[in-house]
């Protein structure tokens, strides 16, 4: 079945700093992968996605690009800020899924000024 | 994008009561509603998938006569936790797509906590 696989948090950065939350996936045919954003006290929300090999996800300086032949999205932004702190997860879409989605285990971010 | 709305947002009952969660789709039909459960520092799961005019589909492991899931219409499906017990407190939220393929984006309803005493 399908799986998706995150690096475990939580993750503690310095305001600026660079981000990255790997994420692996496993599953057959073509995917789509998803990164969702929770912060706290909130549901989740579409934070980038991207639907085919090679495509690049961005939205609010993160980025995730589709990489097929290493199974990756992982997410990265150059700059982080506290706002940023919360908990993200990556998702995946298997074909014939209709919107049922697979979900990471979450990486919490914890962004200090 | 299209909206998905939860009620309520967060919930305490008593042991044994039983508490009906809803989900709505404000903007667009939906044939199809995910249930998702989310545990205290931990990821979503998958409870099952409500579908307009039959029966759900429920994951494996979960109950579906303590969890039951009325999907009456193309923009309401509910969720009520019957017989509630401390351990079923949790953040439930559901998801619902908007019709038109593969690449159709799921929204979220804001979740809802619901705290057993």
């Known amino acids: 079945g399908n799986s998706v696989t995150q690096m475990e948090g939580p993750v503690t950065l310095s305001e600026e700093a660079f981000l990255t939350i790997n994420c692996t996936y496993t599953?057959?045919?073509?995917?789509?992968l998803f990164w969702y954003v929770q912060y706290p006290g909130e549901g989740l929300q579409l934070l980038l996605k991207a639907t085919k090999a090679d495509d690049k996800g961005s939205n609010k300086g993160f980025e995730a690009t589709y990489r097929k032949e290493t199974t990756s999205f992982h997410l990265e932004k150059g700059s982080v800020q506290v706002s940023d702190s919360a908990v993200y997860f990556c998702a995946l879409r298997g074909n014939n899924a209709g919107n049922m989605l697979t979900f990471g285990g979450g990486t919490r971010l914890m962004v200090k000024p | 994008g299209a909206v998905v709305s939860q009620h309520p947002s967060w919930v305490i009952c008593k042991s044994g009561t039983s508490v009906k969660i809803e989900c709505r789709s404000l903007d667009f039909q939906a044939t199809t509603m995910f249930w998702y459960r989310q545990f205290p520092k931990q990821s979503l799961m998958l409870m099952a998938t409500?579908?307009?005019?039959?029966?759900?589909?429920?994951e494996q492991g979960v109950e579906k006569d303590k969890f039951l899931i009325n999907h009456a219409s193309l923009t309401l499906s509910t969720l009520t936790v019957t017989s509630a017990h401390p351990e079923d407190s949790s953040f439930y939220i559901c998801?619902?797509?908007?019709?038109?393929?593969?690449?159709?984006?799921?929204?979220f309803g804001q979740g809802t906590r619901l705290t057993v005493v």
């Open positions: 599953a057959t045919g073509y995917p789509s």
């Open positions: 409500s579908n307009e005019g039959s029966k759900a589909t429920y």
């Open positions: 998801s619902a797509g908007v019709p038109g393929g593969a690449n159709t984006e799921a929204f």
